[in-house]
């Protein structure tokens, strides 16, 4: 099993920065708020998304966080993630891959999941509980035909199967979505 690569990514947003529309759909921006709704608590002192994409998502949850870092691996997306988020910070990678060095409390993984591969699945859970064993991880994962050898559901399932250093409850399902977050055990 194999997770999407990095030319299938880049060609998503050759003709235009916003491939999904996020910018202006009221579906996108209805989930953005759900997402943000579903974490635990009003502040925190630095968030890391993983697959920022155009930076959207972190337009809505930038401003709960001191500190904002997104990373993805396009650098279209990238640069209409610096527009939208001017104090976020920003960096390329594919992942598998380097995670970014910081002392995260929050990380985010909306609509990545599907993306990568069991192996890759098990290396995130890995590396965000070696890493940062003490943040909340929210994920978002759309419930429809993915075209990705992994779906949604069973996406999620893997990686919070295997990041066991956490508690994950469902806080809020749709027909389209899901978003599950992810507390420390013991930290409740």
């Known amino acids: ?3 999407v ?3 299938h990514l880049q060609g998503l947003y050759a003709n235009s920065h916003d491939p999904w529309g996020f910018e202006h759909s009221a579906y996108e921006q209805a989930k953005f708020k759900a997402t943000r709704a579903a974490l635990s608590r009003h502040r925190y002192q630095s968030a890391f998304e993983l697959g ?3 930076g959207q998502l972190a337009r809505h949850m930038a401003e709960i966080a ?3 870092t997104g990373m993805d691996a396009v650098g279209k997306a990238l640069d209409a993630a610096r527009v939208a988020v001017p104090t976020g910070r920003f960096v390329r990678g ?3 891959c380097d995670l970014p060095d910081d002392r995260f409390d929050l990380v985010i993984l909306s609509e990545i999941l599907y993306f990568l591969d ?3 699945l098990r290396h995130l859970a890995s590396d965000i509980a070696g890493k ?3 943040a909340e991880v929210i994920c978002v994962t759309w419930l429809g035909r993915s075209g990705h050898d992994l779906q949604g559901a069973d996406a999620v399932a ?3 199967g295997a990041l066991d250093t956490h508690g994950f409850q469902c806080c809020r399902q749709t027909e389209s979505y899901r978003i599950d977050r992810g507390l420390p055990k013991g930290s409740a």
């Open 1 to 3: 099993m194999m997770g």
């Open 5 to 7: 690569g990095l030319d």
């Open 66 to 68: 001191f500190r904002y």
């Open 118 to 120: 069991e192996a890759s």
């Open 158 to 160: 893997l990686f919070t």
């Open 94 to 96: 594919f992942y598998p």
């Open 52 to 54: 920022c994409g155009n």
């Open 132 to 134: 940062w064993p003490l």
